[in-house]
């Protein structure tokens, strides 16, 4: 074992976690607020096709990302405007959400694959990344704003009762949330890969997804996992490398499994999945009743 | 210009506007999807030809309607059970998966097997695959009280690998030059076509029977009473004295047989033997014929058909008119936006004044 590899190894998970601590952390917000949105990966994917070909096209970075934040604003606002307006099943329109972001993306990007783009510098995104866990984790637990949006989430009817805005803070959670994503989907398409093919966010959306219970709804366990999580991938590629025995599905199916074993060790407690899991999670708002 | 929106809930229940909104939001999916069309620089005509009619205007394209709803229909039927009861097994890929896993294996087991058992054998064991993988889930909501749709929308995943591993690793087809598949099932393990030469097979009647049951069992038992009780409040039936748990499990095996059937089917019919991919999507697409369907098992066997076109309508889109088969998708995806919009107004008047 050398020195160089080791690091080699690190940097990989570095630049491979990211994305899963974007659309991780945005999620982890929605789903304070009391909204579950199994969108991420329909976001991530037309977040990814949007900052491509607005890369293609224009050749400007800024454009590039902007457009694709403004795309995960536009389908989370959609999703937002569903579940929190028109009170739909947060877990059929999640999903409907993901289908159609699948096919978008892929109809949008059908001109683009394989069409060779300089990358941006992941690195600045893996700043950006950890700084983001440091001030989500800030917002909720010190700031009375982040006390709003986690009482929405607890028990939506008494937020109501002490007069905040249940719907205006689900939205702005459920947008924040969308953007994360975009943004998750921009590194891989701009940054990770960087190029452009269908269905490339390869199920990190469901990771993501699976990550935020894993974490028990806390930010910095949340990055922690997400690491975790990265790390298992790479080191399954390396040991089938060096020649280690062990199916490699073993490895993908890890966190998955991990994510149940938690679910179950939290849930099997009263107590503990109050303490976890916010209680208002895909209960809709019917604020006429 | 400023609209003030008053909501009223709907004290008389319209059934009218309950069977409608599917209809009214597929008008709205034909609509937006011609839109796309031309922004796509496509003729909308034409391309809506290509994709909704010309896929079947022949006995061939009938026939793979019918390949593509069977599954569809079967898996929405089954999940019609855990819907109606509140509860969401979003799981069916994975148990289609499991279905194809388990069935599948029985055919490969006995790969030189001529015996007219070999197929009921396959068919028992898929369903039984397909139900063992959803009371998973079932367990561990009855005894840990954890969340059942993340429980089984990871369990797709844990299943997805576990098709993986077998088809690279064990049951890797020795003469398959090293593909990630395996040998194809022998002739017994085949699932009978209904023409020749087609590929429609006899998973049609399947479904046909299971909706005819899914029917009785809605309309005249008192399972069916009691899955509609405590869907409409879990309060009433907790009073009523039911147990809540024994229908949590089995509205889940029911579903998950149901999705294990339809997997081994797939297999056993128009694939013939397990790889990767053997499912495009299906069971989560089957959640949007189930709600399309309105839960009713005939507004299911229609809905199936209506979404098994844009599968077809997909392919041939990507045929002739070079856009991607994805284009499907989004078809399903607006379909569901719609309906679930459109259901509003099941629940809602709304006045602008």
């Given at each position: 074992?050398?020195?160089?590899?080791?690091?080699?190894?690190?940097?990989?998970?570095?630049?491979?976690?990211?994305?899963?601590?974007?659309?991780?952390?945005?999620?982890?917000?929605?789903?304070?607020?009391?909204?579950?949105?199994?969108?991420?990966?329909?976001?991530?994917?037309?977040?990814?096709?949007?900052?491509?070909?607005?890369?293609?096209?224009?050749?400007?970075?800024?454009?590039?990302?902007?457009?694709?934040?403004?795309?995960?604003?536009?389908?989370?606002?959609?999703?937002?405007?569903?579940?929190?307006?028109?009170?739909?099943?947060?877990?059929?329109?999640?999903?409907?959400?993901?289908?159609?972001?699948?096919?978008?993306?892929?109809?949008?990007?059908?001109?683009?694959?394989?069409?060779?783009?300089?990358?941006?510098?992941?690195?600045?995104?893996?700043?950006?990344?950890?700084?983001?866990?440091?001030?989500?984790?800030?917002?909720?637990?010190?700031?009375?704003?982040?006390?709003?949006?986690?009482?929405?989430?607890?028990?939506?009817?008494?937020?109501?009762?002490?007069?905040?805005?249940?719907?205006?803070?689900?939205?702005?959670?459920?947008?924040?949330?969308?953007?994360?994503?975009?943004?998750?989907?921009?590194?891989?398409?701009?940054?990770y890969a960087p190029m452009w093919q269908e269905g490339m966010t390869a199920g990190r959306g469901w990771i993501a997804l699976a990550l935020v219970v894993f974490a028990t709804w806390k930010p910095w366990r949340l990055l922690v996992g997400a690491y975790i999580f990265?790390?298992?991938?790479?080191?399954?590629?390396?040991?089938?490398?060096?020649?280690?025995?062990?199916?490699?599905?073993?490895?993908?199916?890890?966190?998955?499994?991990?994510?149940?074993?938690?679910?179950?060790?939290?849930?099997?407690?009263?107590?503990?999945?109050?303490?976890?899991?916010?209680?208002?999670?895909?209960?809709?708002?019917?604020?006429?009743? | 210009?400023?609209?003030?929106?008053?909501?009223?809930?709907?004290?008389?229940?319209?059934?009218?506007?309950?069977?409608?909104?599917?209809?009214?939001?597929?008008?709205?999916?034909?609509?937006?999807?011609?839109?796309?069309?031309?922004?796509?620089?496509?003729?909308?005509?034409?391309?809506?030809?290509?994709?909704?009619?010309?896929?079947?205007?022949?006995?061939?394209?009938?026939?793979?309607?019918?390949?593509?709803?069977?599954?569809?229909?079967?898996?929405?039927?089954?999940?019609?059970?855990?819907?109606?009861?509140?509860?969401?097994?979003?799981?069916?890929?994975?148990?289609?998966?499991?279905?194809?896993?388990?069935?599948?294996?029985?055919?490969?087991?006995?790969?030189?097997?001529?015996?007219?058992?070999?197929?009921?054998?396959?068919?028992?064991?898929?369903?039984?695959?397909?139900?063992?993988?959803?009371?998973?889930?079932?367990?561990?909501?009855?005894?840990?009280?954890?969340?059942?749709?993340?429980?089984?929308?990871?369990?797709?995943?844990?299943?997805?690998?576990?098709?993986?591993?077998?088809?690279?690793?064990?049951?890797?087809?020795?003469?398959?030059?090293?593909?990630?598949?395996?040998?194809?099932?022998?002739?017994?393990?085949?699932?009978?076509?209904?023409?020749?030469?087609?590929?429609?097979?006899?998973?049609?009647?399947?479904?046909?029977?299971?909706?005819?049951?899914?029917?009785?069992?809605?309309?005249?038992?008192?399972?069916?009473?009691?899955?509609?009780?405590?869907?409409?409040?879990?309060?009433?039936?907790?009073?009523?004295?039911?147990?809540?748990?024994?229908?949590?499990?089995?509205?889940?095996?029911?579903?998950?047989?149901?999705?294990?059937?339809?997997?081994?089917?797939?297999?056993?019919?128009?694939?013939?033997?397990?790889?990767?991919?053997?499912?495009?999507?299906?069971?989560?697409?089957?959640?949007?014929?189930?709600?399309?369907?309105?839960?009713?098992?005939?507004?299911?066997?229609?809905?199936?058909?209506?979404?098994?076109?844009?599968?077809?309508?997909?392919?041939?889109a990507q045929l002739f008119l070079k856009i991607p088969s994805a284009v499907g998708f989004v078809f399903q995806g607006l379909v569901l936006f719609f309906l679930l919009g459109t259901d509003f107004l099941n629940k809602y008047k709304v006045f602008i004044k």
């Open positions: 074992m050398n020195i160089d590899l080791v690091i080699g190894i690190l940097n990989i998970v570095l630049i491979s976690t990211t994305p899963l601590v974007f659309a991780g952390i945005g999620e982890l917000v929605t789903e304070k607020s009391g909204v579950l949105n199994l969108g991420l990966e329909g976001l991530m994917l037309v977040g990814a096709v949007t900052g491509f070909i607005t890369l293609v096209l224009t050749g400007n970075y800024f454009y590039s990302l902007f457009l694709s934040i403004i795309s995960g604003v536009i389908l989370s606002g959609l999703f937002a405007f569903l579940v929190l307006n028109l009170m739909t099943n947060q877990i059929a329109t999640g999903l409907a959400l993901t289908i159609f972001g699948i096919g978008l993306s892929a109809m949008l990007g059908k001109k683009f694959g394989g069409t060779p783009i300089d990358g941006l510098n992941p690195y600045y995104f893996i700043v950006i990344s950890f700084l983001l866990v440091f001030f989500v984790a800030y917002f909720l637990s010190k700031t009375k704003t982040g006390l709003i949006v986690r009482a929405v989430g607890e028990n939506h009817n008494s937020a109501y009762a002490l007069g905040y805005n249940v719907i205006k803070t689900r939205y702005l959670t459920i947008i924040f949330g969308g953007v994360m994503s975009s943004l998750a989907g921009y590194y891989i398409s701009i940054c990265g790390g298992v991938a790479i080191m399954q590629m390396n040991l089938q490398a060096i020649g280690v025995k062990l199916p490699g599905q073993f490895f993908n199916m890890m966190p998955y499994l991990a994510t149940i074993i938690v679910l179950v060790f939290i849930s099997s407690n009263k107590l503990r999945l109050k303490l976890s899991a916010p209680s208002s999670l895909n209960i809709p708002f019917e604020k006429n009743q | 210009m400023v609209f003030l929106i008053r909501l009223q809930l709907r004290e008389d229940y319209s059934n009218l506007i309950f069977y409608l909104s599917p209809l009214v939001a597929v008008a709205l999916t034909l609509f937006f999807g011609s839109f796309i069309f031309f922004i796509l620089d496509l003729s909308p005509i034409e391309s809506f030809k290509i994709f909704f009619i010309s896929p079947i205007s022949n006995t061939y394209g009938i026939s793979e309607l019918f390949v593509k709803a069977t599954p569809l229909a079967i898996i929405a039927l089954g999940l019609s059970y855990c819907f109606k009861n509140n509860i969401y097994n979003i799981g069916a890929e994975g148990q289609l998966t499991m279905g194809a896993i388990f069935g599948g294996g029985i055919g490969l087991l006995f790969n030189d097997s001529t015996s007219v058992f070999l197929l009921p054998l396959m068919i028992f064991f898929g369903a039984i695959g397909g139900a063992f993988w959803a009371t998973i889930p079932a367990i561990l909501k009855t005894k840990f009280n954890t969340n059942e749709i993340l429980t089984s929308l990871m369990l797709t995943y844990v299943a997805l690998f576990i098709l993986d591993y077998f088809v690279v690793g064990p049951w890797k087809d020795p003469a398959g030059y090293g593909l990630p598949k395996s040998m194809p099932f022998p002739d017994a393990g085949r699932l009978p076509v209904l023409i020749d030469g087609l590929r429609v097979h006899i998973g049609v009647y399947f479904a046909l029977i299971i909706c005819l049951i899914t029917y009785i069992i809605y309309s005249k038992t008192l399972f069916g009473f009691k899955l509609k009780v405590t869907g409409f409040s879990s309060k009433a039936s907790q009073y009523a004295g039911f147990k809540y748990k024994n229908l949590i499990f089995y509205t889940f095996i029911i579903s998950g047989a149901c999705a294990g059937l339809a997997g081994l089917f797939e297999v056993s019919g128009p694939i013939g033997l397990l790889y990767r991919d053997i499912s495009p999507n299906y069971g989560f697409t089957a959640i949007i014929v189930a709600f399309l369907g309105r839960l009713n098992p005939f507004g299911i066997i229609l809905s199936s058909l209506l979404i098994a076109l844009t599968y077809l309508g997909a392919e041939d």
